[in-house]
């Protein structure tokens, strides 16, 4: 039984590493998209990284829509540990 921990234990910490490598390679995603006067860049990550409207750089726009994806972004987690029950499932039930 020990031995199970500790192998679920190793999965976990792999889990997290693959995960924590795969936001590194999110973030670096970049995608530019001009239309009309209006630009945009937002990461792999789902940050906006840049907006421009008439050449204009507008960082409290890039501020206030970041801050609404990162507060959406935390209840769509909520919900999906809610209905999900969390990784526990994935791990045997391991608490």
Known sequence: MAFDKIKQLNELRKLQSQAKSLQRELEQIKE???YGDIRVTVSGDQKVLSLAIDGEERKDLVDAINKALK??????????????GGLSGLLGGMK
């Open 71 to 84: 507060e959406v972004q935390k209840k769509a987690a909520k919900k999906m540990m809610e209905m999900g």
């Open 32 to 34: 530019t998209v001009e």
